[in-house]
């Protein structure tokens, strides 16, 4: 064994025993919460939380080649991989290869939770030095981790609970320095799920303001730029993360206007309502994660696509952090200027728009429309919590 795997060995115990002295819960003989730490026990059902926790879900359309659906992976591609070989359950699993002896091979997601809740993290891995845990709790505790599996499958498996401020955790899995590669499936984050989002066209206020949307991304024009930066408007973006990647500056430059906002809306832009559940929380969650990465700040908000969304879209975007479910009502994109209730533009409203070579005209003709109703544009992020 070298010298600096040796060394490496030592610090991984000697962190293992004061997270557990230091971090952990008091906890009864069994190594449950105490009493006294207990939270209320919750009364909505234990369901399983994780995204793509079999490695099943085929990536969207439009996503970015090699990563797994539900997972960032430090790696990427060269490291981590979804395999046909010998999996614990079902027709795949998830394989790493640390590429390095720098690297540890870690996959990890962002999971959203309820505060002072118990939860359990467990997962079915096969390689030396696997470790499964989960950071931000409030709460955390030590990871879960084997020295070796001896070359089949062995469930991991770590408790904690949420803190009174916890929305979200990140849920990880590795390996360890110069260990060779390790294999991960059927993972499981066990708990109650949070509230489903909820579904709006509109914002509820009394105040004169009207809220600028414009979706998608794929044409970025000047004009529309100077347009925007010209009247200080306050714009809530949501692009696709392929052309939010293609050019992150633009849209950091189109939504410096404070109020202004990038939000999710899905990989692929398929409709939601035509896939279940697991399928939709990627399409959610993988956006979202794609917009953290670019800019900065996770987005609170989700514009389903072609407006078309069912309670699994719901239940899908809060599993995914997202508190509102967002359409329109009205439609001012290509040269339209529908609004979906009689009269003019009313306190509240959400004004639909696109990335598109007509976008400074059509954002001309809505802050008309604004100005003749005796509204403001304001931003999302201000009126929507």
Known sequence: MSTRLSTRLSVLAASVVLLTGLAAPAASADGAPSAATMPTAPTAPTVNLATNPGFEVPSP????????????????????????????????????????????????????????????????VRGDFVHLGATGTGRDVAPAWTETTGGGWQRLSTRFTTGPTARSVRLYVHGWYQQGPFSVDDVRVDGPAPAPAVAAGSVPTDDRVVFFTVDDGWQRTPEAERFIADHRLPITAFPLPMPAAADPAFFKRVTAVPGSSVQDHSVSHADLTKLPLERQQVEICDARDSMTRLFGTAPAFFRPPYFAWNADTLQAAANCGIRTVLTADADFSWGAGDIWHPGLLQPGDVVLMHWTDTLAADLQRALAAADAAGLKPAGLVDYLR
């Open 61 to 124: 359309d439009l996503a970015d080649w090699g990563s797994v659906p539900g997972w960032s992976c430090t790696g990427g591609p060269a490291e981590a991989a979804v395999t046909a070989a010998a999996p614990h359950t079902g027709a795949s699993a998830l394989t790493v290869t640390p590429a390095s002896a720098e690297s540890t091979g870690e996959c990890a997601q962002v999971v959203a939770v309820r505060p002072n809740t118990t939860y359990t993290a467990s997962a079915w």
